[in-house]
T-cell receptor, first 113, second 112 residues
Framework: SAVISQKPSRDICQRGTSLTIQCQVD?????MFWYRQQPGQSLTLIAT?????????ESGFVIDKFPISRPNLTFSTLTVSNMSPEDSSIYLC??????????FGSGTRLTVV | GESVGLHLPTLSVQEGDNSIINCAYS??????FIWYKQESGKGPQFIID?????DKRQGQRVTVLLNKTVKHLSLQIAATQPGDSAVYFC???????????FGQGTTLQVKP
């Protein structure tokens, strides 16, 4: 299966600022996804990162708050914009490799103060 | 909308006993199901999967059962060990979207 490198692994940010999270995969993949996991909760899909076009967002998530880039088949970024304490969560990148299922990065633990 | 749910938030078992974690899903178009294990500070780790054309699949100490009639799946862990202590999630994919939707999670506690 694919190996995902996600950076940073954790960060503490001031409210009102933005943080960009990077996801690098060791092989070309078609499907890349971004999830949020709030403290003690399950994973919620934020969006599907589409290569060469705008991401597809789930209900409750908007591009202005969570802009996503996907310049190629191995890399994507998620930005958490104008952060508030409610954005404190773990953000996870996931990829689907055909025939091999879905793999997750180790996540970015974000604390907004 | 589509939902995936687990029956119990916490399951406590004695070391050596078998564990059964249950999950229900709502979307009849779901055709691929995965169980994940998540330890503290880590991302979800793949345990076992099953496609909708099967009703049972076995791995090493784990078995997944799928009942499409009642939209239910379960994860069975044989001879549960302390290292099995974690949060377990079921997740479902519907073929026409490719999106993986997670259930709420069950915390498995293994008592020595």
């Amino acid at each position: 299966s694919a190996v995902i490198s996600q950076k940073p692994s954790r960060d503490i940010c001031q409210r009102g600022t933005s943080l960009t999270i990077q996801c690098q995969v060791d092989s070309q993949v078609t499907m890349m996804f971004w999830y949020r996991q709030q403290p003690g909760q399950s994973l919620t899909l934020i969006a599907t990162a589409n290569q060469g076009s705008e991401a597809t967002y789930e209900s409750g998530f908007v591009i202005d708050k969570f802009p996503i880039s996907r310049p190629n088949l191995t890399f994507s970024t998620l930005t958490v914009s104008n952060m508030s304490p409610e954005d404190s969560s773990i953000y996870l990148c996931s990829v689907e490799v055909a025939g091999k299922g879905y793999t997750f990065g180790s996540g970015t633990r974000l604390t907004v103060v | 909308g589509e939902s995936v749910g687990l029956h119990l938030p916490t399951l406590s078992v004695q070391e050596g006993d078998n564990s059964i974690i249950n999950c229900a899903y709502s979307n009849s178009a779901s055709d691929y199901f995965i169980w994940y294990k998540q330890e503290s500070g880590k991302g979800p780790q793949f345990i076992i999967d099953i496609r909708s054309n099967m009703d049972k699949r076995q791995g090493q100490r784990v078995t997944v059962l799928l009942n499409k009639t009642v939209k239910h799946l379960s994860l069975q862990i044989a001879a549960t060990q302390p290292g099995d202590s974690a949060v377990y999630f079921c997740a479902a994919v519907s073929g026409n979207t490719g999106k993986l939707i997670f259930g709420q999670g069950t915390t498995l506690q293994v008592k020595p």
